[in-house]
């Protein structure tokens, strides 16, 4: 399978100073060489006369690396260099455009009544917006995030989310959620979240979401049940 790393997926991962924008510019000056090794590939990187090598691996999907090394670094291997940006560029053969970008955010917003207070859904015994409401309405945000950037037959599941419910809020309180990409991961997408009323913040934490094909992920989910 091709390689399919995003900038921001690279830009997610400690990097060396500047690392995208140089890197971008030994790429399309065609300054790297490539070839298969086991699960990855070699690389060697032509920067102004000075051969620099190392290694990359990738994820079985080929949207994310699980490894990177370059010479370049020795004594620094969690950092990703100039020539690591080029080689995996120039292994899948250019840029791969995404509208899911960094700082991309959404706001969504409900108002709290008897159908969404912790009394109504059994999530406890007073009249205040639930927990579990906040939390949805929060997944609700990201997804939003999403809706935009979507490519054909494609949807998003939510794996984790993690959240503190910090303060109450009485039955027709506004409450809006807001969701804010920071950190891509391949398919896995990581969010801040955070939930506020009329009178400031009721909640804040992080969600992750994945991308999957829909038709695919629903034929895995049944196969499960038989």
């Not at 399978?1 to 995208?20: D, F, G, Q, R, Y």
């Not at 009394?119 to 205040?128: F, H, Q």
């Not at 639930?130 to 037959?153: H, N």
């Not at 009485?170 to 506020?196: D, H, K, L, P």
Request: charged fraction near 20%; proline fraction near 4%; glycine fraction near 8%.
């Amino acid at each position: 399978m091709k390689p399919t790393v995003t900038l921001e997926t690279l830009k997610s991962k400690p990097l060396n100073p500047k690392a995208i924008e140089k890197g971008t510019d030994l790429f399309r000056k065609g300054s790297v060489e490539y070839w298969p090794h086991e699960s990855g590939y070699l690389f060697a990187v032509d920067d102004h006369g000075a051969e620099r090598r190392g290694t990359i691996e990738y994820t079985r999907d080929g949207c994310d690396l699980t490894s990177h090394y370059c010479l370049c670094n020795p004594g620094r291997n969690g950092l990703i260099c100039k020539h690591i940006v080029a080689a995996t560029l120039a292994i899948q053969g250019g840029i791969v455009k995404t509208g899911v970008t960094l700082e991309k955010t959404a706001t969504v917003t409900t108002t709290v009544s008897d159908m969404n207070i912790a009394r109504s859904i059994g999530s406890g015994n007073l009249e205040v917006f639930a927990t579990p409401m906040m939390t949805a309405l929060m997944e609700q945000a990201a997804c939003s995030v999403l809706r935009d950037v979507l490519e054909p037959g494609q949807t998003s599941v939510g794996t984790q989310i993690m959240v503190e419910h910090t303060a109450p809020s009485v039955i027709g309180s506004v409450i809006s959620a807001t969701a804010t990409i920071t950190e891509v991961r391949g398919r896995a997408i990581v969010f801040s979240v955070a939930a506020n009323d009329d009178a400031g913040e009721i909640g804040k934490g992080t969600h992750t979401r994945v991308l999957v094909d829909a038709v695919k992920f629903m034929a895995r989910a049944k196969e499960r049940q038989i």
